[in-house]
């Protein structure tokens, strides 16, 4: 299984990007996708989850204004769309794969598969 995440960058802080990962090697649409981030020195944080089909959505309280998670199953690809980017919003970002949106979201640790990475900066 591979999940390539893509369409990280430099941005200035109140721009926007949206990440790709593509997934390879496993029945996308039987998989829960989602993202998660990792800020330099902190742990890694759930960003956003979206279930098998694209009807469930999840997002911390605190992304859930500013990002977009979507799926396309026909391209075996989930986006995360990032609108009104902060500095604090720079981290790595990574795309992961689950049966469960749920565990996604929760669970990090028994998540099933992750992706490697994508450096997204936000600065002036």
């Known amino acids: 299984v591979q999940l390539q995440a893509s369409g990280g960058g430099l941005v200035q802080p109140g721009g926007y990007l949206r990440l790709s990962c593509a997934a390879s090697?496993?029945?996308?649409?039987?998989?829960?996708m989602g993202w998660w981030r990792q800020r330099p020195g902190e742990e890694r944080e759930f960003v956003a989850a979206?279930?098998?089909?694209?009807?469930?959505?999840y997002y911390p309280n605190s992304k859930k204004d500013r990002f977009t998670i979507s799926r396309d199953n026909a391209k075996d690809t989930v986006y995360l769309q990032m609108n009104r980017l902060k500095p604090e919003d720079t981290a790595v970002y990574y795309c992961?794969?689950?049966?469960?949106?749920?565990?996604?979201?929760?669970?990090?640790?028994?998540?099933?598969?992750w992706g490697q990475g994508t450096l997204v900066t936000v600065s002036s």
């Open positions: 090697g496993l029945t996308f649409s039987t998989y829960a």
């Open positions: 992961a794969a689950d049966q469960w949106g749920s565990t996604i979201a929760n669970d990090k640790d028994s998540i099933e598969y």
């Open positions: 979206i279930s098998r089909a694209g009807g469930n959505l």
